[in-house]
């Protein structure tokens, strides 16, 4: 059965050229089976009547806050429980702005605000309105509690600037719906926990080392699991990603911040997936005020080991429980990440090279190995997003043998 049929999509257009594409997006939808209620924005009138809206869609668009309803419902509250998916196309700087800051002003603002259900939005503007700090400061601020982008895509936009800013094609978003909506739900009742990032060793106040962790596996991992209807906590230490909303997230700066984090919320949860990056060692002694060079003499630094938290969490292992564990390696890869497996009492370990293109830390793709007590299962070059779900995958089924 299509992913289309009997879901209610909302589509929200704003005041753009690219509003005339909309109407494909539309009539694509509609005739894909969905059910397609559409709101207008003031300005959105200006390029596509709502005549056109309403015969492709088969039901009035909406435009104003305060029309008289046919039926006694609130209008933008109806529509906003009614939806399977909510989508603005095209989204301009000044409802993506609204939506990050909750202003609700006009009918599709209103209603955004209201509704529970995913929202994908595909940008349009010019280049100069995409790439300004405050519109991806905007964008980051809708990512983190969870709402999906599309585009913008790059070219000869209609003010003649060329660059980011043009609104993805409606076959490409129908696509990107389906996605959406044909989502597994079969994490439901189960608590993931995911570890992200980075820790951090302080040598003093202004110095420590890390790694190039940037928490974008984990995140892909988190997001996943949550639109597949988990209960996920991510214990994030540093990162550059954007952080996706998920039901908790306990923030850590060193390997035993991540070990304390880790082994106190263990007991909680169904499955542990170990994807964040933490240093083997610390400095012995951690300077309070900042060291100061000796007149050319050299400066010693003793190291020593910081605890395990893979290796704890294993042995403190309950029946029914899912333990994945990360081997990034530079040499001796399934060697390394077998006996990883076994020593840290893993169910899964995901083994990748971080030495080849594309598969190495702040890329956002990966080419890793799955590796359990049964066999080997090598992966090509993909997403960690596509990543995440193949993880999640041999995870279910691990638990269903």
């Known amino acids: 059965m299509s992913a289309f049929q009997g879901k209610t999509v909302v589509v929200g257009v704003t005041g753009g050229i690219a509003a005339y594409k909309t109407c494909t997006l539309v009539s694509t939808l509609r005739k894909r089976g969905a059910l397609v209620h559409v709101v207008m924005t003031r300005n959105a009138t200006q390029f596509v009547t709502p005549l056109t809206f309403e015969t492709l869609s088969n039901h009035p668009a909406v435009t104003d806050t305060f029309a008289r309803p046919e039926t006694w419902e609130v209008e933008h509250v109806a529509l906003a429980k009614a939806a399977d998916l909510f989508v603005i196309a095209p989204a301009t700087a000044n409802i993506i702005a609204k939506l990050a800051c909750g202003i609700a002003d006009d009918m599709l603002s209103t209603t ?215 081997a990034a390696e530079t040499q001796s890869l399934e060697a390394n990440a077998k006996a990883k497996l076994s020593k840290k009492n893993l169910d899964l370990i995901v083994a990748n090279d971080v030495t080849v293109p594309g598969a190495g830390f702040n890329v956002d793709t990966n080419i890793a190995t799955l590796i359990t007590a049964e066999g080997e299962e090598p992966l090509p070059m993909m997403s960690k997003r596509e990543l995440a779900d193949r993880i999640l995958d041999k995870v279910l089924a691990l638990r269903d043998a």
Not at 146 to 169: K, N, Q, W, Y
Not at 199 to 223: Q, W, Y
């Open 112 to 326: 955004c605000l209201a509704t529970k259900a995913p929202m994908l939005i595909a940008p349009a503007m010019n280049t100069g309105m995409w790439t300004a700090e405050a519109t991806q400061n905007n964008v980051e601020t809708l990512r983190r509690r969870g709402v999906h982008f599309i585009g913008p895509e790059g070219g000869l936009l209609a003010c003649g600037d060329t660059g980011a800013g043009r609104m993805s094609e409606p076959e490409d978003i129908a696509e990107e719906i389906e996605r959406l909506l044909s989502g597994r739900r079969d994490l439901q009742g189960l608590r993931v926990m995911i570890t992200a990032g980075a820790t951090r060793e302080r040598l003093d106040p202004v110095r420590f080392m890390t790694n190039d962790s940037s928490g974008k596996m984990g995140f892909a991992i988190a997001e996943a699991a949550r639109e597949r209807g988990g209960e996920v906590i991510l214990v994030k230490g540093h990162t550059t990603a954007a952080v996706p909303s998920v039901s908790r997230v306990i923030e850590v700066d060193s390997t035993r911040d991540l070990y304390s984090a880790v082994t106190e919320t263990a007991g909680e949860c169904d499955i542990i997936i170990q994807a964040a990056a933490p240093a083997d060692y610390r400095f012995a002694e951690s300077h309070e005020e900042k060291l100061k060079k000796q007149d050319g003499q050299e400066l010693v630094l003793r190291m020593v080991e910081n605890p395990d938290v893979a290796a704890a969490v294993g042995k403190m292992k309950k029946p029914g429980q899912t333990l994945v564990g990360f």
